[in-house]
């Protein structure tokens, strides 16, 4: 495996550079950098800078709106977009259903769905995990039961990121109780503006509110809403969560929160010499360097086999596993770094600005609520110990 950029390589990362130099607002990538809540009027705004550009949709085919970036293109873009202070591409619609629409859903949805992601009039939420059904995915309980032209479907989904700002989502959905779990599972679109949906917020440890509860009593779904073939979405849902864990590595966000625990360590002083000159601290920064590293062979190693031809597979759970806990690390050693400054939860700390550059000890509890934030990160996705799992069977074959 060749570890140098090519020429052309070089050539689009420039490109990339320069259009963020020009493109990116600067009061975004404050908000960014500084750990602050992005609204939702602020996704759109930078949604809408990138489609001008052509490149929201960077792994979509061209017929249907995107650029078809190499898998280094789409390294590049992320190891330079963390390193700006981009916003996330919040990933529901262009990252995650509309490649399931892409590759299993029928010409209409993808005339019909396509085009409104790129656009950004529809925002879309995933209806996946439920009380008692998150790692077990298979477990779930959501019924749709067919009545002529609609399903009827009744239950609830948890965990539903963004959904209170979401105008669509895509649910899995038990078809059949006849057959085994995995084989009774459907996957529909469903129109958030239906009768029956109602959505109840759920306050986490950082004290924002980003997931929900979303309740089904009776919800009419027309049957073209379907994707694919009625029993087979867990094929579907494997095909998502595949792209999605080798996304939730972050690679590109952990070299930038690497940047910025070292930097602030060589601010904080303790016991007369800034705190990266503790050798004890020190150590711990360099171990999670030398794993990031590593994890980034290894995402350039899986990157190389898809130019190839591959896709990712039990790799990408690997990948998964290691890359969630070097971000949690880095959060953890950052909010160590701040020692009784990082203190969560204080309104007036929340709303101070941020001078784009550095966190000042008053107002550090953005960074400390992000340390609570990330605690799901190795849980979403599909648990650690889930792909720990994955990972024994598949490539060690234990």
């Known amino acids: 495996m060749n570890m140098n950029y090519t020429t052309e390589e070089l050539a689009f990362r420039d490109e990339v550079r320069a259009f963020l130099d020009e493109k990116l607002p600067a009061d975004i990538a404050a908000k960014v950098k500084g750990f602050r809540h992005l609204s939702k009027e602020d996704h759109q705004r930078w949604q809408k800078i990138l489609s001008a550009q052509g490149w929201y949709a960077s792994h979509w085919p061209e017929e249907y709106g995107g650029v078809e970036w190499t898998p280094v293109q789409k390294h590049i873009w992320d190891e330079e977009s963390c390193r700006y202070g981009v916003p996330r591409s919040v990933p529901f619609g262009v990252n995650m259903v509309a490649p399931v629409i892409i590759k299993f859903g029928n010409e209409e949805q993808k005339q019909t769905y396509l085009p409104r992601i790129l656009s950004g009039e529809d925002w879309w939420c995933q209806g996946y995990s439920e009380p008692g059904a998150g790692s077990d995915l298979a477990s779930l309980k959501t019924r749709a039961v067919r009545q002529g032209d609609h399903y009827l479907v009744n239950g609830q989904k948890t965990w539903t990121t963004l959904g209170q700002y979401a105008n669509m989502i895509f649910c899995l959905v038990r078809t059949n109780t006849e057959v085994k779990a995995q084989a009774g599972i459907s996957f529909l679109l469903i129109d958030m503006n239906t009768p029956g949906i109602s959505v109840r917020p759920i306050i ?13 009593e009776d919800v009419k779904v027309p049957v073209e809403n379907l994707v ?3 029993d087979k979405g867990w094929t579907y849902a494997k095909f998502l969560l595949t792209y999605e864990r080798t996304g939730l590595a972050g690679i590109g966000l952990s070299k930038a929160a690497l940047s910025h625990l070292k930097a602030l360590a060589s601010r904080r002083i303790k016991n007369g010499r800034p705190l990266i000159e503790d050798t004890a601290f020190s150590q711990r920064i360099a171990k999670v360097e030398i794993d990031l590293m590593a994890a980034t062979i290894s995402n350039l190693r899986i990157i190389a086999a898809v130019e190839g031809g591959g896709m990712p597979g039990a790799e990408s759970s690997m990948l998964k596993v290691k890359g969630t806990e070097i971000r949690q690390s880095i959060n953890d050693l950052a909010r160590r770094a701040l020692g009784p400054y990082a203190i969560p939860f204080v309104e007036e700390e929340l709303s101070q600005d941020y001078d784009g550059e550095f966190l000042s000890d008053e ?11 990330n605690r799901k990160l190795s849980i979403f996705g599909g648990s650690n110990e889930i792909q720990k799992n994955i990972v024994s069977k598949m490539i060690l074959g234990l």
């Open 363 to 373: 107002n550090a509890a953005p960074l400390s609520a992000q340390y609570f934030n």
């Open 204 to 216: 986490t440890l950082d004290g924002e509110h980003e997931v929900n509860e979303v309740f089904f």
């Open 228 to 230: 694919g073939e009625e």
